[in-house]
């Protein structure tokens, strides 16, 4: 059993900041990658950035040059800052773990508002 657990969201104004964590615990047989999705009210879930066990980095183009993903290996953590954050940042972020053997796993989700 892997749990993901989440931390980091809230509101903010925008050109806001915010810093999101997501610790996975429990029987990881290895992990591949860790990345952040986020889900909009009547959108679908969407790739925010991606970072693979070897710290290659992807990006969707909408948040390239604002957000930077990072990770802590031997914490099993993820990390999103997000820097100079708009209206359309507002959603569920959630945090997904690709193990080795191989299998998916998704964080509860947590909510980012930007808002004035």
């Known amino acids: 059993q892997v749990q993901l657990v989440e931390s980091g969201g809230g509101l903010v104004q925008p050109g806001g900041s915010l810093r999101l964590s997501c610790a996975a615990s429990g029987s990881i047989f290895s992990i591949n990658a860790m990345g952040w999705y986020r889900q909009a009210p009547g959108k679908q879930r969407e790739l925010v950035a991606g970072i693979t066990s070897g710290g290659r980095t992807n990006y969707a183009d909408s948040v390239k040059g604002r957000f930077t993903i990072s990770s802590d290996n031997a914490k099993n953590t993820v990390y999103l800052q997000m820097n100079s954050l708009k209206p359309e940042d507002t959603a569920v972020y959630y945090c997904?773990?690709?193990?080795?053997?191989?299998?998916?796993?998704w964080g509860q989700g947590t909510q980012v508002t930007v808002s004035s």
């Open positions: 997904k773990l690709v193990a080795g053997n191989p299998s998916i796993y």
